[in-house]
C-alpha cells in the first residue's frame, strides 16, 4: 500500500494596483504655472494689480503723511494681507467651475495643490510690494537698505503673505459662494492692519489695545520691515519687546510671523485636504 501525498497549492497572489508614484517637485512646478497662467492670462490682469500699490503710494501715503517712507511700510501691511486675501475669490471659482475636481483625482498629494496656489500669491504680492516701493522712491521717499536690511524685509513680507494666503485657503474651503467670500474677505485683511502700528506706534492706544497689537503677527512684521528699511533705531521692535540687542528682538518678531505662516499653512492643507473629500 503506497501513501499517496499532495502538496497544497501555494494561494496566488492578487495583484493589487497601485497609485503611480509622481515627482513632487515636477508636479509643484505644473500646479504653479497652471495657477499663474489662471491669475496672469492676459496683459491686463497683470497690469491691474500693478495700480493698487501704485495709487497706494500716490495718494494714500501722501495724503496722511510727511513721512511717505514710514507710511509706505505701513501700507505694505495693507497691500500684502488684500492681495492675497482677495486671491480666494479665484480659489473659490476654480472649485465651482475650474479643473480642481479633476485635480484631485490626480496622484499627487493634495498639499501640493495648496503649495502650487501658494507660490503664485507670494509671487503677486511681491511684485505690488515692489511697485510700491518703487512708486514712493518716485514720489520722493527715502529708504535707506542695507543687505542684512533687505533680507529682514524679504522674510517679514513673504512670512506675512504665507499667512494672509493660507487664512484664504482656510475660508475658501469653509465658504461655499463667492459673494459671502467677498463679504467676509476685506475684514479679515483688515482688521488687524488698524491695531498693528500701521500709521502710529502702537504704545499711543489704550493698554489694551497695546497688548492686542503685540499678539499680531502684522505687527510684529511692520516693525521689523521699519527696522530693515527706514527706522534703523527700532523704535517699533522696543514698543513690542522693550529688549536692549535690536538683533534679538528681530529675530524673536521674524520667528514669531513664521510660527504663525507655519502654523496657519498646516491648517489651511487640512482644511483643503478634508473639504476636498466632500
Known amino acids: 500500500m503506497t501513501a499517496i501525498t499532495t502538496t497544497r497549492p501555494k494561494p496566488a497572489r492578487i495583484a493589487t494596483a497601485t497609485r503611480p508614484r509622481t515627482n513632487r517637485l515636477a508636479a509643484l512646478r505644473t500646479l504653479t504655472l497652471r495657477r499663474f497662467a489662471l ?28 513721512t511717505t517712507a514710514f507710511v509706505a511700510i505701513g501700507t505694505v501691511g495693507l497691500l500684502v494681507p488684500l492681495s492675497c486675501i482677495l486671491a480666494g475669490v479665484g480659489l473659490i471659482v476654480d472649485r465651482e467651475s475650474g479643473a480642481q475636481r479633476d485635480l484631485l483625482a490626480a496622484p499627487v498629494p493634495r498639499s501640493l495643490l495648496v503649495l502650487g496656489n501658494l507660490i503664485v500669491a507670494v509671487c503677486i504680492a511681491s511684485l505690488q510690494v515692489v511697485a510700491l516701493i518703487g512708486a514712493a522712491v518716485l514720489r520722493g521717499s527715502t529708504f535707506t537698505v542695507s543687505a542684512s536690511g533687505l533680507a529682514w524685509f524679504l522674510l517679514a513680507t513673504i512670512g506675512i503673505a504665507i499667512a494672509m494666503h493660507s487664512a484664504a485657503e482656510i475660508l475658501a474651503a469653509r465658504i461655499p459662494k463667492q459673494e459671502e467670500y467677498v463679504g467676509v474677505a476685506p475684514a479679515v485683511a483688515l482688521v488687524p492692519w488698524f491695531f498693528a502700528g500701521s500709521f502710529f506706534r502702537i504704545n499711543a492706544m489704550p493698554a489694551g489695545l497695546t497688548v492686542i497689537a503685540k499678539a499680531l503677527p502684522l505687527t510684529h512684521a511692520l516693525a521689523l520691515m521699519r527696522y530693515a528699511m527706514v527706522d534703523h533705531r527700532a523704535a517699533g521692535l522696543h514698543d513690542i519687546w522693550g529688549a536692549h540687542s535690536t538683533t534679538m528682538m528681530a529675530a524673536a518678531s521674524l520667528a514669531v510671523v513664521f510660527a504663525f505662516a507655519a502654523l496657519m499653512l498646516f491648517i489651511a492643507s487640512r482644511v483643503f485636504a478634508r473639504s476636498a473629500m466632500r
Not at 497683470?46 to 494714500?60: E, G, H, K, S, W
Request: aromatic residues 4%; glycine residues 0%; hydrophobic residues 55%.
Open 39 to 66: 491669475s496672469a492670462r492676459t496683459p491686463r490682469e497683470i497690469l491691474v494689480p500693478l495700480l493698487t500699490p501704485i495709487l497706494f503710494a500716490d495718494v494714500i501715503a501722501p495724503a496722511l503723511a510727511k
